[in-house]
């Protein structure tokens, strides 16, 4: 079982910057991803972007250049750092920890979600 903490969200102005952090407790394995979704309201969860445990990264092509992932496996957090905030930024972010199949990452585990309002 796993359990994943968010924290970092909050309000900022357009342009600004967030870094958003997700602990994890219990294993991670060598095949887990993990990622950052997120959902605004009246839309679908989104992908954001995630990393596997060797460090390849995956953004979505609306925050690519501005949003960079990373991980700390000896501590099993994971990280989402946001430049250049838009307003459509405006969203609650879930951390994932996704398990690979052998064929796509299912994503089985979600954290609680942290606020991120993008307003000035």
């Known amino acids: 079982q796993v359990q994943l903490v968010e924290s970092g969200g909050g309000l900022v102005q357009p342009g600004g910057s967030l870094r958003l952090s997700c602990a994890a407790s219990g294993t991670i394995s060598s095949i887990n991803a993990m990622g950052w979704y997120r959902q605004a309201p009246g839309k679908e969860r989104e992908l954001v972007a995630r990393?596997?445990?060797?460090?390849?990264?995956n953004y979505a092509s609306p925050v690519k250049g501005r949003v960079i992932i990373s991980r700390d496996n000896a501590k099993n957090t994971v990280y989402l750092q946001m430049n250049s905030l838009k307003p459509e930024d405006t969203a609650v972010y879930y951390c994932?920890?996704?398990?690979?199949?052998?064929?796509?990452?299912?994503?089985?585990?979600w954290g609680q979600g942290t606020q991120v309002t993008v307003s000035s």
């Open positions: 994932s920890v996704g398990k690979w199949t052998g064929t796509y990452y299912r994503w089985d585990y």
């Open positions: 990393i596997t445990h060797g460090g390849i990264t």
